[in-house]
């Protein structure tokens, strides 16, 4: 009896453990675009190129993020970024919803990338995936949604989730709008071990 109380106690407390890890996880900020100090500066998020909030198309709140190319070189890159505090062997998964409309769609090679990368503790890039989340070919009018899921390798200080608009040719048209962008961790394949032994042990002490 006493034992079994025991387990349980101990497989609840593994529970508040990882329900703190999950708290522990800083949260993307700004992630429907919805807040900025000017339409090319987005709250939280490092943009380059042509990147402007705009109030077209959203799929939550009043605002999308419309990017295009820069009209320069052939695979010219247009883009928004954001940092959050990562640990070597947790699986990441970042997320965003894309589209590109009537009248402005892309043509040629212009594509859309969904990027996960991990950065040391001097934002060295140490790893990537790298996904094309829209091209010329896309359904026209219609979000959909995306993900790129990557382990955080040793050395991993920070997660990266980028937003890229490639242009290619140089003065290939049409725009990509985006909405709803999400970085989420899992709690570490060491954590989830610990927590599998303590159910393993809860059902041996049955
Ligand atoms: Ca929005």
């Known amino acids: 009896m006493w034992r ?3 387990s349980a ?5 593994g529970m508040l453990v990882l329900a703190r890890i999950a708290l522990a996880a800083p949260p993307l900020l700004n992630p429907s675009f919805e807040q900025a100090n000017t339409q090319t500066d987005l709250v939280a998020w490092t943009e ?3 990147v402007f909030q705009e109030p077209v198309t959203p799929l939550t709140g009043t605002y999308s993020v419309k990017m295009f190319g820069n009209f320069t070189t052939d695979g010219n890159l247009s883009g928004i970024f954001q940092d959050v505090a990562a ?5 990441w998964t970042a997320g965003v919803n ?17 990027k996960l990368e991990f950065l040391n503790a001097s934002f060295t890039q140490i790893s990537f995936v ?19 899921w990557a382990l955080a390798p040793v050395g ?18 049409g725009a990509a709008f ?19 032994s303590l159910l393993l042990a809860r059902r041996r002490s049955r």
């Open 4 to 6: 079994s109380a025991l």
């Open 9 to 13: 106690a101990v497989v609840v407390g």
């Open 48 to 50: 380059f190129g042509n």
């Open 87 to 91: 640990t070597p062997g947790e699986g």
């Open 98 to 114: 894309v589209r590109h409309n009537t009248g402005d769609a892309l043509t040629f090679n212009n594509r859309a990338l969904l």
């Open 130 to 148: 790298e996904n094309t989340i829209l091209t010329s070919g896309s359904a026209l009018n219609t979000y959909t949604h995306h993900t790129a």
């Open 156 to 173: 991993t200080s920070w997660a990266r989730i980028s937003l890229l608009y490639v242009q290619d040719p140089f003065d290939a048209g």
């Open 178 to 196: 985006f909405d709803d962008a999400s970085l989420v961790p899992e709690p570490s394949a060491m954590v989830m071990l610990g927590f599998a």
